[in-house]
């Protein structure tokens, strides 16, 4: 006879991290800091900036979890935020780079026929690619996320998503033009 | 090749979004578009290149440490919110003593004046009494005059 108690859901968890328990939120953490930090990574696309935003994300979902009103799920929640850190992160980090001109050019071009080289230029183009245009290419191809939850949290129409998206296609096709059989 | 004007509903084609039905006009414009036909392939072969990017890493160690910090800051937050709180009860309670105390000393001004306030008032009604008194002496002198007058 199996009498264990079937772990807490994240709404569960959610709702005591509300009363204050600590043990809540640590769970949190354990069941989602893969996900959001393979997000991070994706829209950033280095582990560094990844790890900060994670860091970032989850300090800001402990700081605003009483206002959680539970009406997107939990993951949807962290997304959500996640999503708006990184957003704020790329733009600094697009200003700073600017400013001291380290900027280097997306190497669209097949540098060399190798995989990794490939895997670079996809990275580059990614990261040359818009802001909004990056997180519905990142929520929709990496994450495989639909229109609807896309929508939800990037907090648009699912229409706005669909032709964000559609143009978002074109951009990163003509970055990779020279990839184009 | 120019754009079909189906373009944005081979994109939501692609994603599997389209009810049955627009799937079905869709499926049957592919296969007589040939511009069309190219922008399926070509979302096919970006969707294969993106495949190809490594999964990312897992967190390290070190950050799952941080993100533990982060959580465990939530038992301190109790404990700041409580002082807090407290703080702002303390705050209150003294601005009420503050306030009352303020009202009091009001009240016991009005009762009693300050001394120069007093001193002019006392002045000022010993200098009317000192005229009232010469007054007094000026009209005894009158009438002891008219009544010698008399006698003579």
């Known amino acids: ?176 033009k020279d990839y184009t059989p | 090749m120019t754009a079909c004007e189906w373009a944005n509903e081979i994109n939501a084609y692609y994603d599997g979004e389209l009810p049955a039905e627009r799937r079905a006009a869709v499926e049957e414009h592919l296969a007589a578009c040939p511009a069309c036909q190219a922008q399926l392939q070509d979302y096919l072969h970006v969707s294969g290149m993106l495949a190809q990017l490594p999964l990312p890493q897992a967190p390290s160690p070190e950050l799952m440490q941080r993100l533990h910090q982060v959580a465990n800051r939530q038992g301190t937050a109790g404990v700041i919110r409580l002082a807090e709180w407290l703080t702002g009860v303390a705050a209150a309670a003294l601005v009420v003593f503050a306030v009352g105390l303020g009202y009091r000393s009001t009240q016991e001004q009005a009762v009693s004046l300050p001394l120069w306030e007093t001193d002019a008032v006392v002045q000022s009604t010993s200098d009317s009494a000192s005229n009232s008194a010469e007054e007094q002496v000026a009209m005894w002198q009158v009438r002891d005059l008219s009544q010698e007058r008399t006698h003579d």
């Open chain 1, 1 to 176: 006879m199996n009498n264990a108690v079937p772990p807490p859901t994240d709404r569960e968890l959610v709702t005591l991290a509300r009363r204050g328990d600590t043990g809540a939120f640590h769970q949190l953490v354990d069941r989602h800091a893969v996900a959001m930090h393979g997000l991070a990574w994706r829209l950033l696309g280095n582990a560094a900036d990844a790890e900060d935003v994670t860091q970032e994300c989850f300090a800001a979902a402990l700081g605003s979890v009483r206002a959680f009103r539970q009406e997107a799920s939990v993951k949807t929640w962290l997304t959500q935020i996640l999503v708006r850190q990184a957003a704020r992160f790329y733009n600094a980090r697009k200003r700073r780079r600017i400013l001291h001109t380290e900027a280097a050019p997306p190497q669209t071009a097949p540098s060399a026929q190798r995989a990794s080289d490939t895997r670079m230029d996809l990275t580059a183009a990614l990261q040359a690619l818009g802001a909004e245009h990056r997180e519905v290419i990142v929520l929709r191809e990496l994450q495989g996320l639909s229109y609807a939850q896309i929508a939800e949290v990037l907090n648009v129409p699912a229409g706005t998503v669909e032709s964000r998206l559609f143009r978002a296609r074109r951009e990163l096709q003509n970055l990779l």
